[in-house]
């Protein structure tokens, strides 16, 4: 089945710094969701972003799907952007999305 | 407010007991996820269903079991035949299948 790998596993940044987290995926797809999970575990769905790019403040995605990866970026860091941010992929005829393990990003004040 | 809910938060499990997590959502949503998901772990599929009485396997159905009766309600049994229950579980819901899903707040399982 198609593998999903992102990276960095674990970053730590100070309050206001940027960010980028990288998801690589192994064959092609046609859905790619960015989420990001609190500490308290609830998941919000950040992006959906099967292909091009999106902006939602200070928070962006690119996909470029011919080249099999996906970038985050997260500009101006806040304390409450903590937690871990997971990108799951989706085939074409596939019933299922399938995560990574995530990247587990702390800002620190 | 729309939303998803999940019930109980905790839920405590003894040997050789099934237990049932809810999952309601108000979204009018055609499709329904059950994921599983344990410690530093991404998250796993458990069932899926795109439509009313309709429901699907994902990589992990084993030992546990679903039924979809109605739009708003996609409960989920763990079964006694589920050897390792414990760990955090995730009901989402999408509009269309597999497109943006959104998740409830969860609930933890553990076993007494």
């Known amino acids: 089945g198609i593998q999903v790998e992102q990276s960095p596993p674990d970053l730590i940044l100070q309050e206001g710094a940027n960010s980028t987290l990288r998801c690589n995926f192994s064959?092609?797809?046609?859905?790619l969701q960015w989420f990001h999970q609190n500490p308290w575990g609830q998941l919000i769905n950040l992006f959906y972003?099967?292909?091009g790019t999106k902006q939602n403040g200070r928070l962006s995605a690119t996909t470029v799907a011919t080249e099999r990866y996906s970038l985050l970026y997260i500009s101006s860091s806040q304390t409450t952007d903590s937690g871990v941010y997971f990108c799951?992929?989706?085939?074409?005829?596939?019933?299922?999305?399938?995560f990574g393990k995530g990247t587990k990003l702390t800002v620190n004040p | 407010d729309g939303g998803i809910t999940q019930s109980p938060k905790y839920l405590f499990r003894k040997e050789g007991q099934n237990v049932t997590l809810s999952c309601e959502q108000n979204?009018?949503?055609?499709?329904m996820y059950w994921y599983r998901q344990d410690p530093g772990q991404g998250l796993r599929l458990i069932y899926y269903?795109?439509?009313?009485?309709?429901?699907q396997k994902g990589d992990i159905a084993e030992g546990y079991s679903v039924s979809r009766e109605k739009k708003e309600s996609f409960p989920l049994t763990v079964t006694s035949a589920q050897k390792n229950p414990t760990a955090f579980y995730l009901c989402?819901?999408?509009?269309?299948?597999?497109?943006?899903?959104?998740f409830g707040p969860g609930t933890r399982l553990l076993v007494l």
């Open positions: 972003i099967p292909s």
């Open positions: 269903s795109q439509i009313v009485n309709d429901f």
């Open positions: 989402a819901s999408s509009m269309i299948f597999q497109e943006t899903q959104y």
């Open positions: 799951a992929v989706g085939q074409g005829g596939s019933e299922k999305l399938v």
């Open positions: 979204l009018n949503h055609d499709a």
């Open positions: 064959d092609s797809v046609n859905n």
